[in-house]
């Protein structure tokens, strides 16, 4: 039944460090090589070395800019996957119960032997998660590498989605939301986890932890740091002087402005 | 959101279908022969939009599995109602064309069963919280609107046609409307989609990727709106002025099938623009809307 699970025994799912990300796309990397040549249908590209190239992924780096409304522009980068949501609305508009989540660890997955490909999963997630592959026909979606994490056959240290696995940054963490103790719950508790859409009202499991704020001395405690000033507002020595001589001509002085 | 021609014929020709049906199972459109052409034409229209519908899935051969989901997805629900009214249909017609009897009970399940497949279409689109132009009580209205009204043209009951044409006019303009607002009422942003909207604004500096994708190409269909106003003025001419003014002549069968396929045409650009103009939330990700 594509009904969702009134409760799941756990809530399995990542911690991303918007702070820590640096935007390298090796967790982009990692997961299509591992979702290529395990679970279910392989991730197709179509014409990759050619004009337009385009393949399915299931994750996904985004970069903004965000403007403050005073001080400069900072940069993050957005890594974007299936977030396990518990109000999952790809699961109930599916017509044939390819879609389902796990009661056991919460996991959306799809049956891939079922999906008459109609693509309406796609539309009813808010994030994008989900790509329809244009080689096999059916949606591909993150499954929490379900298939390394119970895997018995890999060293413990490797039982962590591919993504996990190899950040450089440290930026994702794998854990169990629905247990107090665990790593993925210290840390929202610690940073406070951010829902990716809280209006639309799927309660994602996956959380997103906000940049720390900048910081911030009031006292100058670098005696080279005027020095470094990366643009000059006072003019010095003959400049200076020029500056005085002209503005006392045009009423324009670089120092009274 | 991407105008797939084949959802676009299936929802305007099996609406038009399932509307004529409506029609000729509350007792309109004769017996014998006169009722063969009208069921034939019903028939062709409704089970031609759900055989269109089947052209975009990417393994067809499944979907008979679709129908068994009828609990939660609307999209199931809509296979079972349609299967089911073109079967009560099928009983009526029978009845009609070569005993000439009016069951009208079966007429009533028939005709109920027609508007629950209209309408459980509707909320394939209705239900979606990601596309707020769509996510509304009007959507529904406006599908059933199209349905009846076409249904009325085709089955030749004139003073119904004038007045559904008149009360889909208003929907569709209602639905215009409340459609232009519903992507800032809805409250999504970019600065919700990132959870950066803390900090300040947030604008797409880079994208995942450098040419289209499934997503761009499937929910980020933005070059439509270009001339969405204009294409909304020659749609309500189609639609509902011109089958108007033509309903308002000496009444020829010719001039009926002139009002039909005009208004045929009027709502097959509605329902493009149904779709081209629709916003996925989605899209936010990607700097555009």
Known sequence: ?257 | MHPAPSIILFTVLSGMGFGLLFFLGLGFGSTGSIALVFFVLAFLLSTGGLLASTFHLGHPERALKAFSQWRTSWLSREGCCAVFALVVMTILAAGRVFSAAHWSWIGWLGSTFCVATVLTTSMIYAQLRTVPRWNSALTPSLFLAYAASGGALLVGELDWARLLLAITAGIQLAWWLRGDRALHHSGTSLKTATGLGAIGNPRSLESPHTEANYLTREMAFVIARHHAKLLRLVAAILAFALPLILLSLPHSHLIAAFAVLLHTLGALVSRWLFFAEAEHVVSFYYGVR
């Open chain 1, 1 to 257: 039944m594509t009904s969702l699970p009134t409760h799941t025994d756990r809530k399995l799912g990542l911690v991303i460090d918007l702070d820590t990300c640096v935007g390298c796309h090796a967790c982009v990397i990692a997961c299509k090589g591992w979702n290529t040549e395990h679970y279910g249908a392989p991730l197709s590209d179509q014409n990759p070395y050619g004009e337009a190239p385009s393949g399915t992924f299931l994750n996904r780096v985004h970069s903004y800019e965000v403007l403050p409304d005073s001080g400069e522009a900072q940069v993050f980068h957005l890594p974007k996957s299936c977030l396990h949501c518990e109000d999952a609305p790809c699961v109930t508009v599916c017509p044939t119960g390819a879609s389902y989540k796990r009661v056991e660890d919460g996991i959306v997955l799809v049956h891939e032997d079922d999906c008459i490909g109609c693509g309406l999963c796609a539309w009813a997630c808010p994030y994008g998660a989900r790509e329809m592959d244009a080689a096999e026909r059916v949606m591909k979606k993150c499954t929490l590498c379900v298939d390394r994490i119970y895997n018995e056959n890999l060293s413990i240290e490797d039982r962590e989605p591919a993504c996990v696995r190899t950040c450089p940054a440290g930026a994702r963490h794998f854990g169990d939301f629905a247990d107090p103790d665990s790593n993925v719950s210290a840390l929202i508790s610690e940073r406070g986890g951010i829902d990716l859409m809280a209006e639309q009202e799927t309660r994602p499991v996956n959380k997103y932890l906000p940049p720390r704020t900048k910081d911030h001395f009031d006292e100058q405690i670098d005696v080279l740091a005027p020095l470094l000033v990366p643009v000059a507002r006072e003019p010095e020595g003959f400049m200076r002087w020029l500056d005085g001589a002209l503005g006392k001509l045009d009423g324009r002085s670089v120092r009274e402005t």
